[in-house]
């Protein structure tokens, strides 16, 4: 667990809004979701900014609905925490305007933006209990005794540490930790929510779990969430809509299902869903005639493999298949319920997915097979 220092402090508690302004009347939950609400409650419009030489981001627009969570997804470096500090007032912007609910908020100082923030390492106080980490920016709020208490019990309740409310940080699991801290973020009513890898220093198991939670709570409250992370799969689980980035700028946005089916060029295709990314060339063989794209993206679920020796189990084909190039099998790895296969095939190594079904199923190291791919789900590029 992370101890306070000067710098996570301020970092944290300046979020805290000091003056009620942006606080909801009523402090019970509100449900609000995104498709009912206006669009447009968040709008990035032109952000810039570097870092000396480098320019960590360039060129963002963006609008969020009301109630939506969207998560921001891009490899290291890509300047997705860079953009989040932007938006919370801890990063000076060079260019661009950020507006809340029709306010511009660009030059507002964190504590005044009504926004929340919740770190990977969770910064709790160390020598304060639950409740008092809880409390802390209600009482920098100057928010009278009785409805501190009844706020945050209400808000440990929805986290679901009631029971924990008298416990030192050093009494907690960390993803009891990591509750705590949302609950200090969700005390103060932010109007968005902003969450910076949250899950990235929990193991699988609670992960997956305070995955859920999260999404629920913030479903509940109706809450504008900006969500962090390098995980495709954590972004495809959890978003409204995902926000793919590259080098400091917005490459896709879109909902999961369109960022996973239909990348909009290399790059997307190259970060989700462990596409085969090939030369048009390249990937002739494999789709015949009537493909003259510079590019192509083949996800390793649309490939299918033929076992070549008569005795093995046959495998369905798709609708309209390619012509079939002959590969050998040089890698199997099993997922799970997905066994993924690094396949030989005209020239390139091709990653190609199938489903675990039964151990009769499997492919052999080192066996030869025919690859066929489904027609149906090329993605082509023009570069
Ligand atoms: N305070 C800073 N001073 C100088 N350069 C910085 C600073 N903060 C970030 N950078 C640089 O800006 C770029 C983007 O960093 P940022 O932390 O936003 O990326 P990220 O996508 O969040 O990466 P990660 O997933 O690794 O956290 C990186 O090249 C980083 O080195």
């Given at each position: 667990?992370?101890?306070?220092?000067?710098d996570t402090l301020?970092?944290?508690?300046?979020?805290l809004?000091?003056?009620?302004?942006t606080?909801?009347d009523?402090?019970?939950?509100?449900a609000s979701?995104a498709?009912a609400?206006?669009?447009?409650?968040?709008?990035?419009?032109?952000?810039?900014?570097?870092f000396?030489?480098?320019q960590v981001l360039?060129?963002?627009d963006?609008?969020i609905?009301?109630g939506?969570?969207?998560?921001?997804?891009?490899p290291?470096?890509?300047?997705?925490?860079?953009?989040?500090r932007?938006i919370a007032?801890?990063?000076q912007l060079?260019?661009?305007?950020?507006v809340v609910?029709?306010?511009?908020?660009?030059?507002l100082?964190p504590q005044?933006r009504g926004?929340?923030?919740v770190?990977?390492?969770y910064a709790?106080?160390?020598?304060?209990?639950?409740?008092d980490?809880v409390?802390f920016?209600?009482?920098?709020q100057?928010v009278?005794?009785?409805?501190r208490?009844?706020?945050?019990?209400e808000?440990?309740r929805l986290v679901?540490?009631?029971?924990?409310?008298?416990k030192?940080p050093?009494?907690?699991?960390g993803?009891q930790?990591?509750?705590?801290?949302?609950?200090r973020a969700l005390?103060v009513e932010?109007?968005?929510?902003?969450m910076?890898?949250?899950?990235s220093?929990?193991?699988?198991?609670?992960r997956?779990h305070?995955?859920e939670?999260?999404?629920?709570?913030?479903?509940t409250l109706?809450?504008?969430t900006l969500?962090v992370?390098h995980?495709q799969?954590?972004?495809?689980?959890?978003?409204?809509?995902?926000?793919?980035?590259?080098?400091g700028?917005?490459?896709?946005q879109?909902?999961?299902e369109e960022l996973?089916t239909?990348p909009s060029?290399?790059?997307?295709?190259?970060?989700?869903?462990?596409?085969?990314?090939?030369?048009?060339?390249q990937a002739r063989p494999?789709l015949?005639?009537?493909?003259d794209?510079?590019?192509?993206a083949l996800?390793?679920?649309?490939?299918y493999?033929q076992?070549m020796?008569?005795?093995a189990?046959?495998?369905?084909?798709?609708v309209r298949?390619?012509?079939?190039?002959?590969?050998v099998?040089?890698?199997?790895q099993?997922?799970?319920n997905?066994?993924r296969?690094?396949v030989?095939?005209?020239?390139?190594v091709?990653?190609?997915?199938?489903?675990?079904?039964?151990s009769?199923?499997l492919?052999?190291?080192?066996?030869?097979?025919?690859?066929?791919?489904d027609l149906d789900?090329?993605?082509?590029f023009?570069e």
């Open positions: 667990m992370t101890t306070l220092t000067a301020s970092n944290d508690a300046t979020l809004p000091d003056t009620p302004d606080a909801r009523d402090a019970g939950p509100v979701p498709s609400a206006a669009p447009e409650y968040l709008r990035l419009e032109g952000l810039a900014k570097r000396g030489e480098t360039s060129q963002i963006a609008e609905a009301k939506e969570f969207v998560t921001l997804l891009g290291s470096g890509c300047g997705k925490s860079t953009l989040l932007a007032g801890l990063n060079d260019d661009g305007r950020i609910d029709d306010e511009e908020i660009t030059a100082p005044r926004i929340g923030m770190f990977q390492h709790l106080f160390p020598n304060m209990r639950v409740s980490n409390a920016g209600l009482r920098m100057k009278p005794q009785e409805e208490r009844r706020r945050i019990d808000v440990l679901e540490l009631q029971a924990h409310a008298n030192f050093h009494q907690l699991s993803g930790c990591q509750r705590v801290a949302l609950a005390v932010p109007r968005i929510l902003l910076d890898e949250p899950l220093a929990l193991d699988a198991r609670i997956g305070l995955r939670q999260l999404r629920d709570i913030q479903q109706g809450l504008t969500f992370t995980d799969e954590e972004a495809l689980m959890m978003s409204d809509r995902i926000f793919l980035m590259h080098d700028r917005i490459l896709q879109g909902a999961a996973y239909r060029g290399r790059h997307a295709a190259g970060f989700m869903g462990h596409y085969n990314v090939l030369l048009g060339d494999l015949g005639d009537g493909f794209s510079a590019r192509v996800r390793p679920e649309a490939l493999l076992p020796t008569e005795e189990v046959g495998v369905e084909l798709p298949p390619g012509p079939g190039c002959r590969g099998i040089r890698r199997r099993l997922l799970g997905i066994v296969y690094a030989a095939c005209a020239g390139v091709l990653s190609v997915d199938a489903l675990n079904r039964s009769r199923h492919l052999a190291e080192e066996s030869e097979v025919l690859v066929v791919v789900e090329v993605q082509e023009e």
